[in-house]
Structures are given as structure tokens and as C-alpha cells.
T-cell receptor, first 114, second 114 residues
Framework: GQQLNQSPQSMFIQEGEDVSMNCTSS?????WLWYKQEPGEGPVLLIA?????ELTSNGRLTAQFGITRKDSFLNISASIPSDVGIYFC??????????????FGKGTKLSVKP | NAGVMQNPRHLVRRRGQEARLRCSPM?????VYWYRQLPEEGLKFMVY????????ESGMPKERFSAEFPKEGPSILRIQQVVRGDSAAYFC????????????FGSGTRLTVV
């Protein structure tokens, strides 16, 4: 089945540093979404991308939909302790599946040292 | 403005018992999605429902699992004769319509089979 390769798997950074993570696929995606999940909770949508090349910001977060439609990245600037959590990319592949069938990456676990 | 409500938050079942997981979508949302998350993994799509209709069940195991979203009341994910491998977090999400705007997830039900 289709897979999303998300990297890195985990990051340990100092407060104030910038963070970058990405997601790649062997097939084309129509939509890229970035979620954050905290322990014991469901994923919360951070950014949604619908067009190749689209660059969207949400506060200190910036995400881009790759031109090839096979990748996306998420950047977090000036990290703070509350950024801790697991960040998931998700996407809707172009070759089938209903709108409900999102493919998720395995997540990037972010730890921030004060 | 209640979000997606899932109950129970935690459910313990013995092998062979039935598990019933409930999901009340956000007010005005008529589309419901169920996902399963194993430890250290991303979410995996199970089923997409509208009121009284199953739209896409391509992620549902062929046996023991069923889902419904009746005209009145919450959506139910039912797992019959549970096995240890069913232990996971089950998340429900909802959206107001067909367009994929990134749905809102509930806090999940953590099922433990003992």
C-alpha cells in the first residue's frame, strides 16, 4: 500500500532553535496535512496544503507542498517547550481512495530542552 | 462548541468480548471517519461514513469489525470477539462536507484487550 516516509523519527533540540521535518512519498498526493499529537490526545490540524508549490504559515509554523507533489516539509521557528509532541504528515493520494482515506506518516517526535 | 466526543476514553475487554466505541461528531458535521493507531505508529484509516451510509470501508478488517452512523445518535465502531492485537487507540474524526479541509479528531478511545 501507499506509504509516507517521515523524517527524522525524533529530534532533541534546545529552546529557541529552528526545526525542520519532511515527508516523502513515491506517489503523487493531492493534499498534504500536518498534525500535532500530544500524549493521550487526538491529532490537531496545524496546516493544510492543497496546491503544488503552496507555502503556508501558521504563526511560527511554515509548511510547503512540494512541486513534484511527492513531498512536503514543516518548519518550526524559535521553538518553545510547548512545541513538544509528535508531528504527523498526512496526505490524500491522487490515485484513488475516498476523501476519508488519509495516509499518515509514522511521525516525528519533538523534544525541546529549556 | 463541543468538539468531536468519543467515549469511553479507556476500555478494557477480555479476549472474546465485544467492544463498542462511540463517536459524536461536531455539531453540523455529517461525515465521520474512524482511524486506528498502534503504539509508535501513525494513524491508519478504517472507515468513512455519512449518516446511514458507509462510503469507504477499505481499511476495515473483513471480520469482527463493523461501523455504523445512524440517522440519530453517535457513530459506533463495533469489534466482536476481541483479540490482543485489537489493542490500540481508536480515533474518530468529523467534517462538515465532502471537501477535505483536514478534519477534526476526537481524543480517542484506548482499547486494551487482556
Amino acid at each position: 500500500g501507499q506509504q509516507l516516509n517521515q523524517s527524522p523519527q525524533s529530534m532533541f533540540i534546545q529552546e529557541g532553535e529552528d526545526v525542520s521535518m519532511n515527508c516523502t512519498s513515491s506517489s503523487i498526493f493531492n493534499t498534504w496535512l500536518w498534525y500535532k499529537q500530544e500524549p493521550g490526545e487526538g491529532p490537531v490540524l496545524l496546516i493544510a496544503l492543497y496546491k503544488a508549490g503552496e507555502l503556508t504559515s501558521n504563526g511560527r509554523l511554515t509548511a510547503q507542498f512540494g512541486i513534484t507533489r511527492k513531498d512536503s516539509f514543516l518548519n518550526i521557528s524559535a521553538s518553545i517547550p510547548s512545541d513538544v509532541g509528535i508531528y504527523f504528515c498526512a496526505g490524500q493520494p491522487s490515485d484513488g481512495g475516498s476523501q476519508g482515506n488519509l495516509i499518515f506518516g509514522k511521525g516525528t517526535k519533538l523534544s525541546v530542552k529549556p | 462548541n463541543a468538539g468531536v466526543m468519543q467515549n469511553p476514553r479507556h476500555l478494557v475487554r477480555r479476549r472474546g468480548q465485544e467492544a463498542r466505541l462511540r463517536c459524536s461528531p461536531m455539531k453540523g458535521h455529517s461525515h465521520v471517519y474512524w482511524y486506528r493507531q498502534l503504539p509508535e505508529e501513525g494513524l491508519k484509516f478504517m472507515v468513512y461514513l455519512q449518516k446511514e451510509n458507509i462510503i469507504d470501508e477499505s481499511g476495515m478488517p473483513k471480520e469482527r469489525f463493523s461501523a455504523e452512523f445512524p440517522k440519530e445518535g453517535p457513530s459506533i465502531l463495533r469489534i466482536q470477539q476481541v483479540v490482543r492485537g485489537d489493542s490500540a487507540a481508536y480515533f474518530c474524526a468529523s467534517s462538515p462536507g465532502m471537501a477535505l479541509y483536514g478534519y477534526t479528531f476526537g481524543s480517542g478511545t484506548r482499547l486494551t484487550v487482556v
